[in-house]
């Protein structure tokens, strides 16, 4: 658990409610690690994240579900959040467009990425647990 008593907490929890991209690392089965820039919504417990059906991500998790988020450090190499964690590919989850916090997050690029609401959630449906394990802060 992410501890927002302490100020490096609690600046880490700002910045995953706020920052718009984390980078998800996942291992290929050749043992290759593999990140790529995902939009997510931080609850303070988990990460909530949408995909495209059929990415080399999901297969990674579906072999190894071990993942790493992390998040730009600023421009000085400081205020580094890094969590080691699992993830799960959840089905049944309502689509982005039910999420207000991530519609809300995220509208802009949605249409800026040449979506409207319902084709992004038809074409990002599936959607990612990813559950801290251990924090890496500083």
């Given at each position: 658990?992410?501890?927002?008593?302490?100020?490096?907490?609690?600046?880490?929890?700002?910045?995953?409610?706020?920052?718009?991209?984390?980078?998800?690392?996942?291992?290929?089965?050749?043992?290759?690690?593999?990140?790529?820039?995902?939009?997510?919504?931080?609850?303070?417990?988990?990460?909530?994240?949408?995909?495209?059906?059929?990415?080399?991500?999901?297969?990674?998790?579906?072999?190894?579900?071990?993942?790493?988020?992390?998040?730009?450090?600023?421009?000085?190499?400081?205020?580094?959040?890094?969590?080691?964690?699992?993830?799960?590919?959840?089905?049944?989850?309502?689509?982005?467009?039910?999420?207000?916090?991530?519609?809300?997050?995220?509208?802009?690029?949605?249409?800026?990425?040449?979506?409207?609401p319902e084709g992004f959630a038809?074409?990002?449906?599936?959607v990612l647990r990813v559950t801290?394990?251990?924090?890496?802060l500083w």
């Amino acid at each position: 658990m992410l501890d927002t008593t302490t100020d490096t907490g609690a600046r880490a929890d700002r910045r995953l409610r706020e920052e718009r991209i984390a980078w998800q690392t996942t291992v290929r089965s050749d043992g290759q690690p593999q990140s790529e820039p995902v939009w997510f919504t931080w609850d303070g417990e988990g990460f909530q994240i949408y995909s495209q059906p059929d990415r080399q991500k999901l297969k990674n998790i579906g072999r190894n579900p071990r993942v790493r988020l992390h998040l730009s450090s600023n421009d000085r190499g400081g205020d580094v959040v890094r969590v080691e964690c699992t993830a799960e590919i959840r089905d049944g989850s309502p689509p982005a467009t039910e999420i207000p916090e991530y519609f809300e997050k995220y509208r802009e690029g949605i249409a800026r990425i040449g979506f409207d609401p319902e084709g992004f959630a038809r074409s990002y449906s599936v959607v990612l647990r990813v559950t801290p394990e251990r924090w890496q802060l500083w």
